[in-house]
């Protein structure tokens, strides 16, 4: 059983090391701003008894997201770990600008030199999972939520999507890609075909999905419809080739493509912008399927979306059923820093810093 499955069940308060796989290089400093080690190596010999108090905050108005992985680490790390205390907020908690959201205390060499390292954590956690809760939000603008789809993997390294799948989660999105978004919070990867399925069958969509049905009939009919740059004509053609089997269609139209049925229809220019997927294609699409008998099937839309463009098909209220966003849930737009605040149970901080108690916050066992 997955930790996070335990935490849902209240077994369990925190996701552990068991859940964050660390490189072992941490414990060696290998991540870590020099400076932090040389003053580490310092105060180890000149002011070992110093008990030192910790505080991360950050500036915007965001939805918190690191906080099991940033304590996990200093359990696995920091020297002596059970002698600092930490006190935390959780991940998922709405946070406001300059709230402490995790403190450590203990003496500076034993942590100090994980600072910079938590700092990043927290940032890209809660950038993402803040981009993600406002597309969420984005997305019921028009009173009925539409699911988001996290479809990050091609917009950042590998490695990262373990994490950025959690923060995603955390943020709202409980639909992701690939397997291993889904691996810290125990679901798994969705998707049906990408272009490269309907190339390998020379353009012909009906072949492709066919094919696709064929070898995965258990999962729900979704076909992508904008390789002929024929939304509505490939749709109809899918409709009609599979009926009540067909679940969606997915329009993925570049932003640099006007899609046929413009060019069959040039007294709708003029208004818009027609290129890429544009609130006047889907409803276009909409009214076509319903036209044929093909009420059931659901539209998808994907390709640049961001919380704003999000904001205007709600607004007009397309009729869209689904969103899938990948690069504009990436964007690392909060950063967190970490202050030394109060030294041996006393005031002593930088200018322009002091410690800022939260009564929000929960000691860590």
Known sequence: ???????????????????????????????????????????????????????????????????????????????????????????????????????????????????????????????????????????RASGVQKPVIFMGDRDDHYTQQAGDGYSAYIGGSTAQATHAMNEWWGKHGMGTMPHALIQMFEGDVVAATRAYHEYYPEDDLVSLVDYNNDVIGDSLKLAHAFGETLKGVRLDTAKNMVDKYFIDHPELLGRFDPRSVNPELVFGLREALDKEGFNHVKIVVSGGFTKERILEFEKRQVPVDMYGIGSSLLKIGIGFTGDNVMLNGKHQAKAGRKYNLNPRLEKVD
């Open 1 to 139: 059983m997955k930790e996070i499955e335990l935490k849902v069940q209240g077994k369990i308060k925190r996701l552990t090391n068991k859940t964050f796989k660390f490189d072992e290089r941490i414990g060696e400093g290998w991540f870590s701003a020099v400076y932090f080690l040389k003053s580490c190596e310092i105060v180890k010999k000149e002011k070992p008894n110093n008990i030192v108090t910790t505080q991360f905050f950050q500036k915007e108005h965001a939805v918190l997201c690191g906080t099991d992985e940033a304590i996990a680490l200093v359990k696995t790390f920091a020297k002596d770990p059970d002698q600092l205390e930490i006190h935390s907020l959780k991940d998922g908690d709405k946070i406001e600008p300059y709230e402490t959201v995790l403190t450590i205390s203990g003496p500076y060499q034993n942590f100090g030199f994980l600072e910079g390292i938590i700092d990043g954590i927290l940032a890209r956690r809660t950038s993402v999972a803040t981009n993600v809760y406002n597309v969420v939000k984005a997305a």
